[in-house]
């Protein structure tokens, strides 16, 4: 990706003129972690890509982070849900969740101190059927 001599960029991010421009969009989150399980310990490392779509500078080869952050969730419900079901002896046949959140890039990009980043609300729709 090319940029404007102008820009200034920091932290990987062009601050000027126009602020929060990736000067590279995709981003690599790195997770070590070690937990035990069944008496054995189990050693994690891996690593999440993501991107920005391309009207914010991005490549859009990779889920964004708000779409990662959905994705999470909804893993982490589905886990709870297909758990609990089959402590109590209840064999699933579908289990989907879909996740709905509106968020405001003024407030993100910083370009509207009345606008907060981040969500006011996210909404879900766990589909079961057993």
Request: charged share 20%; hydrophobic share 35%.
């Amino acid at each position: 990706m090319t940029h404007d001599s102008k820009l200034k960029i920091l932290n990987k991010l062009a601050v000027a003129p126009y602020p929060f421009v990736p000067s590279d969009p995709q981003c690599r989150s790195r997770l070590a972690s070690q937990y035990r399980i069944g008496g054995q310990s189990v050693k994690k490392d891996i690593t999440i890509a993501t991107d920005e779509p391309l009207e914010l500078g991005g490549t859009n080869t990779h889920a964004n982070p708000q779409e990662t952050l959905m994705a999470a969730l909804n893993a982490c419900m589905t886990v709870g849900y297909a758990v609990g079901c089959a402590m109590e002896g209840i064999e699933l046949e579908e289990l989907r969740i879909e996740t709905q959140g509106d968020i405001d890039l003024r407030g993100f990009l910083g370009l509207d101190p009345n606008v907060k980043p981040g969500y006011d609300e996210i909404h879900y729709t766990a589909h079961i059927m057993t």
